[in-house]
């Protein structure tokens, strides 16, 4: 379990604060809010976006914090005794500041046209059956982005250098798949920002539980199933020594042999 300190919690504060900016941003100028718009919701562009912002606030602010900057990351991080709980707590409420700020500057710099669409605000579509069904598939997303988090940043048997990528796209497939459903959420920071500064709280427990239930079932597989009985020698380390070594000695031959 690491240790955390001020500049973990400023970081998770700025990088939360900085990836809904620029979600809420894109999203403000790229997804339709009226039936008679003349052009579409642009879900690869907002995709992409979600994808490149993840990514490159891992790569800078990671090494700080740990680049969880989502409320249900930080709970499958609790759950896994990978941060302590008050850590855990004071990383959660920095992740809500950094939201709030997040959706001020959007209102900041997009007042008129952030006011359509509340600034970036999540609201679920008429296409599916309801408030349950969005609950269901904000769960499923939240699922597939903290598994990601689980098998490659957590788990020291991966090779970590992809992390970042594999997060960020991850998140990025997500709301290209269920965007245009939710709005894609999968995040209670990202979600509650917006809803504060636009005033638009409808729905607002589908937007919590689903990334809640969906960031635990995704902990429980990591942990029952990909890392399993391994659990039990520490949670910071699941494999053996002898097994750390190993793979730490393949990599260096792999990477001599490449030289050669």
Same mark, same amino acid.
């Given at each position: ?23 809420? /941003?894109?999203?403000?100028? @790229?997804?339709? /809010? ?56 004071? @990383? ?26 509340? @600034? ?28 990601? *988090? ?19 796209? /991850?998140?990025? %497939? ?7 459903? /939710? ?12 809803? %504060? ?33 391994? @659990? ?15 793979? *730490? ?12």
């Amino acid at each position: 379990m690491q240790d955390r300190g001020l500049a973990a919690y400023i970081a998770e504060l700025i990088g939360t604060m900085l990836l809904v900016f620029a979600i809420c /941003t894109v999203v403000t100028l @790229y997804v339709a /809010t009226s039936p008679a718009a003349q052009t579409g919701s642009d879900y690869a562009v907002v995709g992409l976006v979600h994808a490149f912002v993840l990514f490159g606030l891992i790569m800078a602010l990671g090494a700080v914090s740990g680049g969880h900057f989502n409320p249900v990351v930080t709970l499958a991080a609790a759950v896994l005794r990978r941060i302590d709980p008050v850590d855990a707590l004071v @990383y959660i409420l920095a992740q809500l500041s950094g939201g709030v700020l997040g959706a001020l500057l959007v209102k900041a710099f997009l007042l008129d046209e952030g006011r359509a669409s509340n @600034y970036g605000a999540l609201s679920i579509s008429p296409l599916i059956a309801g408030n349950v069904a969005g609950a269901c598939i904000e769960g499923i997303g939240t699922f597939l982005l903290v598994l990601a *988090v689980c098998a490659v940043a957590f788990n020291p048997r991966a090779r970590r250098e992809w992390g970042p990528l594999a997060i960020g796209f /991850t998140l990025g %497939l997500d709301i290209m798949i269920f965007g245009p459903l /939710t709005g894609g959420g999968f995040n209670p920071a990202r979600w509650f920002g917006p809803a %504060l500064i636009g005033n638009e709280f409808a729905g607002a427990w589908l937007y919590i539980v689903g990334p809640i239930v969906g960031a635990l079932a995704a902990a429980a597989l990591y942990r029952f199933v990909i890392v399993g009985g391994q @659990y039990a020698l520490g949670p910071e380390s699941p494999a053996g020594p002898g097994e750390v070594v190993e793979n *730490v000695a393949g990599d260096v031959s792999t990477a001599s042999s490449r030289r050669k």
